[in-house]
């Protein structure tokens, strides 16, 4: 018997040894660090909830915002105006002018970049110097939710990122609902006219284009926002023609395309302007932008019925 309890507490101790060697005390038999992987297939390993943020780009601070992160934000870009919060916190520059001697001197424990609006030199400059740098390109709308969910994971915000996904992915249920089976329409989309530029199928313009019922006619273009020419657009023939304009505002330059009656779009006057902060940004606002294309592109089915 005696023997018997000997082996078990030498057992015991043996057991207890081992635990210790693999699994430290401040482990709790699993890692405590945090790890996701950002919109680059980058993993980013933070030790603890990022508390000292840097935004590289507007949609960024929204998506930070969403996340319940506003608060952790040490510094952003200029052109971050939303929320009106956003706008009293230190600018370290452009999106693709940083600097770098700021950026520093705030000591971030996480920098959140643009993938395809920060300069590559800017980001590898960054890494290079230490910082842990999550880059961020929702090219779907169900992403805009996904990034919010791995910047609350990084900044230890879920709770409040939860409620903000809740609400993002009701609001986008109740368009898909309503939009899904719509019948399609051409849609070519006036990103900038001079020279003229357009977005591909990876744009997520484009997939809010396809949630409204809508086609891409330049989707197939492999370049995320390739330029094209008048004739281009002539051959395809869209029979709505979307862009952007500040102040709500109907762009002067569209009056060019008034003498282009042999297209579709014009000849039916088929052309809707968007707040470019809605429809330009990666965040959760951008389902204010669809809302809009979406009635309008069942008003110009119902002018063709």
Same mark, same amino acid.
Request: glycine share 8%; proline share 4%; with cysteine.
């Given at each position: +018997?005696?023997?018997?309890?000997?082996?078990?507490?030498?057992?015991?101790?043996?057991?207890?040894?081992?635990?210790?060697?693999?699994?430290?005390?401040?482990?709790?038999?699993?890692?405590?660090?945090?790890?996701?992987?950002?919109?680059?297939?980058?993993?980013?390993?933070?030790?603890?909830?990022?508390?000292?943020?840097?935004?590289?780009?507007?949609?960024?601070?929204?998506?930070?915002?969403?996340?319940?992160?506003?608060?952790?934000? *040490?510094?952003?870009? =200029?052109?971050?105006?939303?929320?009106?919060?956003?706008?009293?916190?230190?600018? $370290?520059?452009?999106?693709?002018?940083?600097?770098?001697?700021?950026?520093?001197?705030?000591?971030?424990?996480?920098? *959140?970049?643009?993938?395809?609006?920060?300069?590559?030199?800017?980001?590898?400059?960054?890494?290079?110097?230490?910082?842990?740098?999550?880059?961020?390109?929702?090219?779907?709308?169900?992403?805009?939710?996904?990034?919010?969910?791995?910047?609350?994971?990084?900044?230890?915000?879920?709770?409040?990122?939860?409620?903000?996904?809740?609400?993002?992915?009701?609001?986008?249920?109740?368009?898909?609902?309503?939009?899904?089976?719509?019948?399609?329409?051409?849609?070519?989309?006036?990103?900038?006219?001079?020279?003229?530029?357009?977005?591909?199928?990876?744009?997520? $313009?484009?997939?809010?284009?396809?949630?409204?019922?809508?086609?891409?006619?330049?989707?197939?273009?492999?370049?995320?926002?390739?330029?094209?020419?008048?004739?281009?657009?002539?051959?395809?023939?869209?029979? =709505?023609?979307?862009?952007?304009?500040?102040?709500?505002?109907?762009?002067?330059?569209?009056?060019?395309?008034?003498?282009?009656?042999?297209?579709?779009?014009?000849?039916?006057?088929?052309?809707?302007?968007?707040?470019?902060?809605?429809?330009?940004?990666?965040?959760?606002?951008?389902?204010?932008?669809?809302?809009? +294309?979406?009635?309008?592109?069942?008003? =110009?089915?119902?002018?063709?019925?």
């Amino acid at each position: +018997m005696h023997t018997l309890y000997s082996l078990i507490t030498y057992c015991g101790f043996v057991l207890g040894y081992i635990i210790f060697l693999f699994f430290p005390a401040n482990h709790s038999f699993a890692s405590s660090t945090i790890q996701v992987v950002d919109d680059g297939g980058s993993k980013i390993i933070l030790d603890r909830p990022a508390k000292r943020i840097i935004s590289l780009a507007p949609h960024i601070t929204e998506l930070l915002f969403a996340a319940g992160a506003g608060e952790k934000i *040490v510094a952003t870009v =200029v052109g971050s105006d939303y929320p009106k919060t956003a706008l009293a916190i230190k600018k $370290i520059g452009r999106a693709g002018q940083l600097d770098y001697e700021s950026i520093l001197a705030l000591r971030p424990d996480l920098i *959140v970049g643009w993938l395809s609006g920060n300069r590559k030199e800017n980001i590898s400059r960054l890494k290079n110097l230490g910082f842990k740098v999550f880059l961020s390109e929702p090219g779907k709308l169900e992403d805009i939710a996904e990034n919010i969910k791995k910047l609350g994971i990084l900044a230890g915000t879920e709770k409040q990122a939860n409620k903000a996904i809740n609400d993002y992915q009701n609001k986008l249920f109740k368009l898909k609902l309503k939009y899904s089976n719509k019948k399609q329409l051409k849609v070519f989309y006036l990103l900038w006219h001079k020279p003229i530029l357009t977005v591909n199928s990876e744009h997520i $313009i484009s997939d809010v284009i396809k949630l409204c019922g809508g086609v891409n006619i330049f989707g197939q273009q492999k370049i995320y926002t390739p330029t094209i020419d008048f004739e281009s657009v002539l051959q395809k023939n869209p029979d =709505v023609i979307i862009t952007a304009s500040t102040g709500d505002k109907k762009p002067g330059w569209l009056a060019y395309w008034q003498q282009w009656q042999g297209i579709t779009a014009v000849k039916n006057n088929n052309f809707l302007w968007l707040n470019p902060d809605w429809i330009h940004r990666q965040g959760p606002r951008i389902l204010l932008a669809a809302d809009r +294309m979406c009635r309008f592109l069942d008003d =110009v089915r119902s002018k063709n019925d």
